[in-house]
């Protein structure tokens, strides 16, 4: 069969897809967006999170003919949908595409430079709040649940600009983590949030 | 928020050169793995490529008369079927250190989910479904599970004929591996004690249940040869597995690293490796195996379980006199990993603490169980719960505080081990104890909120949650301590060296190092370290990290908290080496501008050549100008001996590595459900090279040994069956059942190893599990034998 629907702000489409094959596998094995990570395949782990329509799911267990006509953001799409949040055009409302973004085909040796440098990891390249804050506290060690996550603490924050310890916890349940004991997910995720917090504060907006 | 330490209190500052060790530099690959551009071995794809599949044995013991693979073969989009009967040559078994593991099943099959076939098809759910056509007649054979069926007469042999190096000396052919060490007089001291306390121990077998599941792309070459893109922690481990199975030289299997998602050991064995390779060359197709959570189970080996009896014996002032154990842990169908893990289990077995009079056996069996082989802590783990069970045991017949038994027994530096080895650097045990037990104790009853003038309950805080199960009645707080001893580097004599590659040269006018080694990058941050090594040394502020791959030599195991210090230390070497050869072109060249050249101490700082006083003689660019100095050397730790067979003596161990724990746990007695509060450690790591990165092993570590206490283990019934391989039945801990976890990190230097650094990555996950179970023991009162703690343990029911 066919699918079409929106990935990241942008109209896609899949051919040939197999009944049978979940969300998960036509974004990872057909769209070339491996981002979305398979630990379970059993919407156990939380590490294949998306939004759909909003709404963070484990895109495992959603059927890929139930996407069609519908809008999902995968990591790869995180922070572009973070920048249209702060500028108030969330979920693909301001459909153009800003210079920026557009150039962003161009080879650019020193971004490549700059993220091959550990002291600078990260900044080189764009990030939202929530995925430099997971970098600067520790958050990532082996990445695997990390997509994850930031899309489940992403969407936490939007709804919850100032989450108490036990709001992360709760919010965060359905995502396992196994190599960093959540403390430092934790710490990132207050920091992603008080980051948050003083740009608001900031811009005055 | 109480009780969270953010920032690790006792750490060294970092060197002159920014970036350098001692800094919490930020990871390499944090931007790829935050944008989801990092490439795991799972998200590997190439054009016109095949997915594998495996078909497991259901049984765990049986005889297979035939294997027809027709009706699988003639499924359209099916592109090969290979069992056995088309293995290319006279190598058909692999293994670690005993080759003993078919690649695919020879007329039998010794576990649960043991390869039998394997499939290429074009699609994965075709590749499955043609897996479940094919017809394989099993005759069940009696199963071996435990020691009295392994080791009976007539018990049925897993490897009869064995002719391993270990067959000589076991007791039985059903035995892998026996290793006992005595010391002292036994009997004597025994006589001398005022109490005896004695106990039987058990450990269930616990998955490494790493995220990023076994998985890669085999594509084959124009020469014959197979590029293997793979997740693993050690390749060239591998590819001396690999090759001689595929009847190919080492030098035609070129093995590359992809993005690993975890490992704890369960990736040190192969998985799909061969099976990827084989379906590849036979279809002259890439062909990327995938195994999904159920598969994965199966997949890899798991943490042994154990059955461990110990006596310890104390004078009624709480010095311990003797200490007898014998540690049975079941290694299951395959020998992987078990003769080490014995002899870590046996030398280890009688934790941090001075006893001079020890009787010692250890073994592994062979069983039709799940085989068992490396994870995190490697056979210290199961004796750590059995010996902090016995301290609590013996504290309480003494009549004695158990962290004050500890600290009276503690070793220390020149504390002779009972293989005869003397600890002959820091071993801080006592003052680990101390800082865990003078933290504040978190406060009580956290689940009232405080901000409101009636009793509002927060379930989040109380044992069972939100499936609100109490609002506190019949909840109890029960506080344990543990502490434990690892050991870091292979042991026994092996030649546990590593290599590195570095490459220094000018790029745009500025001195760019290139690091190039075959460590394999499992998460724990080697990349990071290896960059601020390269800092610290070479005075560069560039560094670029090669790919992983086996075009540089060896980089040994990403295990036994090795890396940082063997691959670590060989990064160190070399960078020395192109150092001198820097300075060497430096007095070549501008030797005669300056006398400093010929007779200061010169350094490379801040990309200059400066001498110790701190004068810039040169800069780096300028000294290499268009040449490159690019080395690849070896570098080995202290070499280590064997145990002897009988007596257990020998200088097996390269360094130590403690660990203490704090638990709080609350615990609701009417139901069984256990909260833990709080998770307080308590390490020594020699040099912190990267504090976040400590700090964040410590932690991940911890909460290892806690789900081992409270949640983690592989059921197996008696017919070798597994009955829970999903993550819907074996529960690792979420971020709600993982507390707050401060840790506080010192920092002795252990003279022996690169800046004075310890191995620090296993400690944690050692006395994690028995402090909990202390904590729940202190709650309740009950004397809980066996981990993980189930609620049908604290209830009776």
């Not at chain 2, 610290?536 to 195991?557: F, K, M, Q, Y």
């Amino acid at each position: 069969m066919r699918v079409n629907f929106r990935v990241n702000g942008r109209p896609h489409e899949a051919d040939d897809v197999w009944e049978g094959e979940s969300l998960l596998y036509v974004l990872r094995e057909r769209m070339g967006l491996p981002g979305s990570k398979n630990a379970c395949e059993q919407g156990e782990c939380g590490s294949c999170t998306v939004r759909l329509d909003g709404v963070p799911v484990c895109a495992c267990l959603v059927a890929a003919g139930q996407v069609e006509g519908r809008e999902v953001v995968t990591v790869e799409g995180l922070a572009n949908f973070a920048k249209d949040r702060a500028a108030g055009c969330a979920g693909g409302a301001c459909g153009g595409t800003d210079l920026n973004a557009a150039r962003q085909w161009e080879a650019d040796p020193e971004r490549a430079e700059r993220a091959d440098d550990g002291a600078v990891s990260g900044a080189g390249a764009e990030l939202s709040t929530v995925q430099q804050a997971f970098i600067d506290a520790g958050a990532v060690q082996c990445g695997f649940c990390t997509p994850g996550l930031l899309v489940a603490a992403d969407e936490l924050i939007e709804r919850n600009p100032q989450p108490s310890d036990a709001d992360i916890r709760e919010a965060l349940s359905g995502n396992l983590c196994r190599c960093t004991g959540y403390e430092k997910i934790l710490d990132a995720v207050r920091l992603a949030a008080a980051r948050e917090e003083s740009q608001t504060a900031g811009t005055g907006a | 928020m109480g009780g969270v330490t953010r920032t690790p209190t006792n750490l060294t500052q970092g060197s002159a050169t920014k970036g350098g060790i001692g800094e919490s530099t930020l990871r390499p690959d944090g931007t790829l793995k935050v944008t989801g551009e990092f490439a795991y071995s799972s998200d590997m794809w190439h054009e016109d490529m095949l997915w594998g599949y495996t078909l497991r044995s259901p049984h765990a013991h049986a005889e297979i008369r035939s294997i027809d693979t027709s009706a699988a073969l003639a499924q359209a989009g099916v592109h090969a079927v290979l069992t056995y009967d088309d293995l290319p040559t006279e190598v058909k078994n692999y293994g670690l250190e005993i080759q003993d593991t078919p690649v695919l099943a020879h007329g039998r099959v010794r576990h649960h989910g043991e390869p039998v076939a394997i499939v290429a098809a074009d699609h994965p759910e075709t590749a499955r479904r043609a897996a479940e056509k094919i017809r394989v007649d099993y005759a069940p054979l009696p199963v071996v599970h435990d020691e009295a069926t392994a080791t009976a007469e007539d018990a049925p042999l897993l490897h009869p004929g064995r002719d391993d190096h270990h067959a000589g000396h076991v007791p039985h052919p059903n035995v892998v591996h026996r290793q006992p060490i005595v010391r002292g007089d036994v009997e004597a001291a025994r006589a001398r004690a005022d109490v005896i306390v004695s106990g039987e121990y058990e450990v269930g077998m616990q998955d490494q249940a790493f995220l990023g599941p076994e998985s890669g792309l085999a594509v084959p070459a124009e020469d014959g040869g197979v590029d293997l893109y793979v997740a693993t922690q050690w390749l060239h481990s591998d590819l001396r597995q690999i090759a001689p199975v595929l009847g190919l030289p080492e030098e035609k299997v070129r093995m590359t690293l992809s993005g690993v998602g975890g490992a704890f050991g369960g990736r040190e064995d192969l998985s799909m490796q061969i099976h990827g390779c084989l379906l590849a060359l036979r279809t002259g197709k890439p062909v990327k195996i995938v195994y999904n959570r159920f598969e994965s189970f199966f997949g890899h080996v798991h943490r042994h379980p154990a059955k461990l009896w110990y006596e310890h014996g104390a004078t009624r002032d709480g010095r311990i006199t003797h200490m007898k154990c014998r540690i049975v842990l079941d290694g299951g169908a395959y020998a992987s990993a078990s003769p080490a893990v014995v002899g870590n289990a046996s030398s280890l077995s009688v934790g941090p603490y001075v006893i001079d009079d020890v009787e010692i056996e250890a073994v592994a069996l062979y069983t039709n169980n799940p085989p068992c082989g490396a994870m995190r802590g490697f056979g210290a783990v199961q004796a750590c719960f059995a010996y902090e069970s016995q301290m609590d045991k013996l504290a309480a017949e003494l009549g004695m505080d158990a962290v004050e038994l500890r600290r009276l027994n503690a070793m220390s530096q020149g504390t002779i081990m009972p293989t005869g080895q003397e600890v002959d650097s820091p071993a801080p045990v006592a003052e680990l104890l101390r800082r865990v037990k003078a933290l504040p104790l978190p406060p009580e009853k956290q689940w009232e909120s405080g901000d409101t003038a009636g009793t509002s309950v927060d379930v989040r805080a109380l044992p069972g949650g939100l499936s609100n199960t109490t609002h506190g009645e019949g909840v109890v707080r029960g506080v344990g301590y543990a502490v434990g001893i690892k050991n870091v580097g292979f042991s026994e004599g092996f030649d546990d060296y590593s290599t590195a590659r570095v490459r220094l040269s000018v790029v745009g006018g500025e001195p760019v190092a290139m690091v190039h080694t075959a460590m394999a990058e499992v998460g724990q941050g080697g990349v990071t370290v290896h960059a601020q090594i390269a800092r610290t040394e070479l005075g560069v502020t560039h560094v670029t990290i090669h790919p992983a791959d086996t075009r540089v030599g060896s980089a040994g195991s990403t295990s036994a908290s090795r890396q940082t210090y063997v691959t670590g230390g060989a990064v160190k070497h070399t960078c020395e080496a192109v150092r001198e050869k820097v300075l060497e072109l430096g007095r070549a060249k501008l030797g005669t501008y300056h006398p400093a050249w010929a007779t200061a101490e010169l350094l490379l700082e801040g990309g200059k050549v400066v001498t110790d006083g701190g004068e810039v003689l040169a800069g780096i660019a300028d000294v290499l100008e268009d040449e490159v100095v690019d080395i690849e050397l070896e570098w080995r730790h202290r070499p280590t001996e064997a145990f002897d067979l009988r007596t257990g003596q020998g200088q097996g161990h390269v360094q130590y590595s403690f660990a203490a724990h704090r638990a709080v746990v609350e615990v609701d007695t009417e139901l069984g459900l256990v909260k833990v509060i709080e998770l307080a450690c308590a390490q020594d790591v020699g040099k912190a090279l990267n504090p976040q990165s400590v700090v964040g092993q410590i932690q991940g570590g911890t909460t290892q040994g806690l789900g081992l206490a409270v949640m983690e283990e592989i059921v197996v019934d008696t017919d070798g069956k597994v009955r829970n391989p999903s993550f819907t039945d074996y529960l690792i801990p979420t971020i709600l059942d993982t507390p707050t976890i401060p840790v506080d990190v010192l920092e002795l230097a252990d003279p022996n190893a690169p800046y004075g650094l310890r191995g620090m990555g296993e400690a944690p996950t050692l006395s994690s599990t028995p402090a909990v179970v202390s904590a729940i023991r202190a709650a309740t009162g009950l004397a809980l034998r066996r981990v993980p703690v189930r609620p049908e343990h604290l209830t009776g029911t």
